[in-house]
């Protein structure tokens, strides 16, 4: 059972980037799924996060730039990034669990996948 992200790269300021994430060995339908990112030197933070009810929820500096979404039917979870900044540059991660509450302390997290903004 794991969750493997995709779609990282590298981008100049201004532009788009859409991640996604898949399931093996398991269905995330019934799920909480979320975003995460960490950079180098920094606390790890909640990015976005979708609920079973399509209900969502972003952290304040990417509000009106990301967009996260899920089909169930295809068991893949997608963020769009759009107008990319320098200080979006993070390793971004994704994540399961039956509460959206649980997804930091006791979800089931992918490897990663790294996205780079320059100026």
């Known amino acids: 059972v794991q969750l493997t992200e995709s779609g990282g790269g590298s981008v100049q300021a201004g532009g788009s980037l859409i991640l996604s994430c898949k399931p093996a060995?398991?269905?995330?339908?019934?799920?909480?799924l979320g975003w995460f990112r960490q950079a180098p030197g920094k606390e790890r933070e909640e990015v976005a996060h979708i609920g079973t009810d399509g209900g969502t929820y972003y952290t304040d500096s990417v509000k009106g730039r990301f967009t996260i979404s899920r089909d169930n039917a295809e068991d893949i979870l997608k963020l769009q990034m759009n107008n990319l900044r320098p200080e979006d540059t993070a390793m971004y991660y994704c994540a399961a669990a039956f509460l959206c509450v649980d997804l930091e302390r006791i979800g089931l997290w992918g490897q990663g996948t790294q996205v780079t903004v320059s100026s």
């Open positions: 060995g398991y269905s995330f339908s019934r799920d909480c």
